[in-house]
């Protein structure tokens, strides 16, 4: 890892430095661990007050931040976008060397653009095309005619079923599956036939999917992940999906068939998604919220609970729900009250 001054991190951040501006700082920790050659950032009211109790050497802090005594502190608008942006600078991405492993497996009809590299017992199927500057994994499997742009990261154990297209800048993280059958079957007299899945996988641009998450394709058509879209691990995009650009989406959650969701929506961890239910764009959905087949979700309060309601009335609900026992008493004493008045009469 490379040490910086605190100067030059602060060229970095684009921010005003204050303190001994040739101090080095090689790592990044959290306020509480991060000792003299640490960079760590205040970006709130509980951090500024653990702030006077840290050792790291360097702080990013917000423009109207004071602290007493000798820091080197860096003034920013935003210093955990700040933080991020050194991050980088203090932890640079491995550089790997263009390759193709011996043991990798490419079939005569690929196309790798010169300047790729491709880990040992990966599978490279017939007509598939990959862009320049691509890392692909150990142990992936990129299957016939797909299609991947400029740019990508393909880590280890990565499937990638024939036909789906992936933008460029992409990152898809180990054990992700894109391009599965959908859940697509159709009960005839006493069993189940399966509905060929004939669709595909489309995945925009700076896209970023976590580890183990499954993206099916569409029955007919295109499920498809917009532009910029963050996913989390364990997330299930099932057929024919279109989910839209810059969505963040927390681990665990399920989207059924044919579920829309608009630009820049946020949704928690565990929420479950029915089928051709319509999320507005920058909508929030709360961590394990339920929403029922076609519900809508507009943009505005988020939404929780199951099923999903605005917060407001979650909460509500939430504090009703608290009442019962006290309720539950109150009546078994009313009930107790009757029964002496009864027995008078």
Known sequence: MPALTVAQ?????????????????????????????????????KAAEMA?????????????????????????????MAFARALRALYPPPVYKPSIHPAAVI???????????????????EGAAIGSGCRIGPHC???????????????????????????SRVTLHAGCVLGADGFGFTLVSDHYEKFPQVGTVEIGDDVE???????????????RIGDGTKLDNLVHVAHNCIIGRHVVVAA??????????????????????????????????????GILTSQRIQAGEPVWGIPA???????????????????????????????????RN
């Open 52 to 80: 006077a109790n840290s050792s790291a050497g360097c702080l990013l802090v917000p423009e109207s931040f004071d602290i007493p005594g000798e820091w080197s502190l860096i003034r920013v608008n935003e210093p955990r």
């Open 252 to 289: 665990q959650t399920g989207f059924s068939g044919g579920v829309t969701v608009g630009d820049y929506a946020a949704i928690g961890g565990q929420a479950g998604i029915g089928e051709r239910a319509v999320i507005a764009a920058k909508a929030i959905v709360g961590g394990k919220a």
């Open 209 to 223: 999917i976590g580890a183990n998450c499954c993206i099916d394709r569409a029955a007919l058509g295109v499920t």
């Open 141 to 167: 499997t990129i299957g016939a005619g797909v299609r991947i742009g400029s740019g990508c990261v393909i880590h280890a154990n990565v499937t990638i079923y024939e036909g789906v297209r992936i933008g």
């Open 107 to 125: 079939a005569a009809g690929a196309s790798i653009a010169p300047d790729c590299s491709v880990g040992a017992y990966t599978v490279i199927e």
């Open 9 to 45: 991190i602060a060229e970095i951040c684009a921010g005003s430095f204050t303190g001994d501006s040739a101090r080095l700082i090689s790592s990044a920790n959290a306020l509480e661990q991060a000792g003299p050659s640490d960079l760590s950032y205040v970006a709130n009211k």
């Open 309 to 343: 309601r605005p917060l407001r009335q979650h909460l509500k609900n939430l504090a009703h729900v608290g009442k019962v026992p006290e309720l539950r008493e109150e009546v078994r004493e009313l009930k107790r009250k009757i029964d002496r008045l009864e027995d």
